[in-house]
């Protein structure tokens, strides 16, 4: 009796050992970015689940969407100071159409002034978000810049501009998407007021980030039907379980 309860004592150990080791290696592929994990801790059935897209995904099925569980969607519309994604227009209708909540977001270019930038969004959008979500802006690094940053004054005032001229002319504040070593080095502290679009895609956004968020980007390598003709993988993102949806909706609260 005594040598089977000491035999089960050491096959626990050696499993416990086995999971603990299965464990630790998981965390550092998902650190080393050579994994993803976060559909592990995200529950898809039970969240509200969304999508970014663009010209990338080329032709979109909004109503498609809509049935695999998609309940909003945030549409590329402008890059910098002169580009128009050229799927906007199209994606722009097609989702107001299908009565999918949907928003345009601008990919910040730290090369260009906030001021044209904020021209470009605004030609390409429109004025009238009646019925959508607030729009966003992307700040993120491209190209060199992650070896390269610039400046954060640079950063700080640019963005600034970019953000009051949109607030200007929506009468909302904008959402800022960004990642968490970005907003520690650049937003934090400066933009507190802005409603937080976080991305995360290897370990949980909890893991590297504490503040205040709506929106968690938790996958770039989502696979859904209702696109077509472009990238294989689509964006998903998940609302944050303490707020609601209509918190991001263009004059709500």
Known sequence: MKKGLKRLGIVCIVLATAAAAAF???FVLAKQKRIFINRWFVDEKNSTIG????AY???????ALKEQGIEFI???????????????????????????LSSAYHFFSYDSEGRTQAEN??????????GRLLPAVDVEYYGDKEQNPPAKEDVVRELHIYLDM?????????????????YDTYLKG???????WMSSLYTPL???????WYIWQYLNRGELEGYSGGERYIDLNVLNKEKNLEELIAGAG
């Open 24 to 26: 630790a290696a998981v």
């Open 51 to 54: 999508v970014d897209v663009s």
């Open 57 to 63: 995904q080329a032709e979109i099925d909004m109503n």
């Open 74 to 100: 945030y549409i590329k519309a402008t890059e910098g100071s002169s580009l128009q994604d050229e799927r906007f227009a199209e994606n722009w209708e097609n989702a107001k159409t299908a009565g999918l």
């Open 121 to 130: 969004f605004i030609k390409t959008a429109g004025t009238d978000l009646k």
């Open 166 to 182: 949109l607030e200007e002319a929506y009468g909302v504040k904008p959402v800022i998407y960004t990642r968490a070593d970005l």
């Open 190 to 196: 400066e933009f507190d007021e802005y409603k937080k």
């Open 206 to 212: 909890s893991w590297n980030y504490r503040d205040d």
